[in-house]
């Protein structure tokens, strides 16, 4: 049996992405393949799929096989519940979580001038999109937002340094996208003291 197919039926049927240590894993020790006859195994299995409505695709927490982005218009309407649009403050908060992070509730506030409402936070948590990641050294030691591993899989990233710009991250959340422009002017405008001492390192990768 060739090992391009094992590790395809592996896919098909765990419905997850599969790191390469869970590839090896499926042998036994005696018959494991190695790291390199794994990656050319991937390499073979993505050359054969290269003309397919299919993809294998390489995400944060691995490899997945999955639909080509041309076919969603058709594939869609086999769901009966669709997204729903997302308002301009969940979008905001998510970007600034997603773009600046590691970023407490209090630098969110500050960058888009109003309250976060805690019903906001709650539910991106409850979406695995973000975690807490620590907390801030000053006073009340309030928690650090940074976005997590399921996050990155979601949008088909493997890691934040392939975030889009930030426009064409919005558009295919179908949110309201009025304000993208001003929100971005105002996340790139010098830090205030407050924020100068948080470190915002879009090459974590989250493996």
């Given at each position: 049996?060739?090992?391009?197919?094992?590790?395809?039926?592996?896919?098909?049927?765990?419905?997850r992405?599969?790191?390469?240590?869970?590839?090896?894993?499926?042998?036994?020790?005696a018959?494991?393949?190695?790291?390199?006859?794994?990656?050319m195994?991937?390499?073979?299995?993505a050359?054969?799929?290269?003309?397919?409505?299919m993809?294998?695709?390489?995400?944060?927490?691995?490899?997945?096989?999955?639909?080509?982005?041309?076919?969603?218009?058709?594939?869609?309407k086999?769901?009966?519940?669709?997204?729903?649009?997302?308002?301009?403050?969940?979008?905001?908060?998510?970007?600034?979580?997603?773009?600046?992070?590691?970023?407490?509730?209090?630098?969110?506030?500050?960058i888009?001038?109003v309250?976060?409402?805690?019903?906001?936070?709650?539910?991106?948590?409850?979406?695995?999109?973000?975690?807490?990641?620590?907390?801030?050294?000053?006073p009340?030691?309030?928690?650090?937002?940074?976005?997590?591993?399921?996050?990155?899989?979601?949008?088909?990233?493997?890691?934040?340094?392939?975030?889009?710009?930030?426009?064409?991250?919005?558009?295919?959340?179908?949110?309201?996208?009025?304000?993208?422009?001003?929100?971005?002017?105002?996340?790139?405008?010098?830090?205030?003291?407050?924020?100068?001492?948080?470190?915002?390192?879009?090459?974590?990768?989250?493996?």
């Amino acid at each position: 049996m060739e090992l391009k197919h094992i590790l395809e039926a592996a896919l098909m049927a765990s419905g997850r992405p599969l790191t390469l240590d869970e590839f090896g894993r499926l042998f036994d020790e005696a018959e494991r393949p190695n790291e390199a006859e794994l990656l050319m195994a991937l390499e073979h299995m993505a050359e054969e799929y290269q003309w397919r409505p299919m993809e294998l695709k390489k995400v944060a927490s691995g490899y997945r096989l999955q639909v080509r982005e041309a076919y969603s218009p058709w594939i869609s309407k086999l769901f009966e519940e669709r997204p729903g649009r997302y308002s301009r403050a969940f979008l905001e908060t998510l970007v600034i979580i997603a773009y600046r992070q590691p970023a407490t509730r209090g630098e969110i506030e500050e960058i888009r001038g109003v309250a976060v409402s805690s019903s906001i936070i709650k539910t991106i948590l409850e979406r695995e999109w973000i975690e807490v990641i620590g907390h801030k050294e000053v006073p009340g030691r309030p928690a650090l937002f940074g976005t997590t591993a399921h996050f990155l899989d979601y949008f088909g990233l493997t890691s934040l340094a392939e975030l889009p710009p930030l426009k064409e991250f919005i558009d295919p959340l179908g949110g309201e996208s009025a304000g993208v422009d001003a929100l971005l002017t105002t996340m790139n405008q010098p830090q205030t003291a407050a924020m100068a001492d948080s470190p915002h390192d879009l090459n974590n990768s989250h493996e």
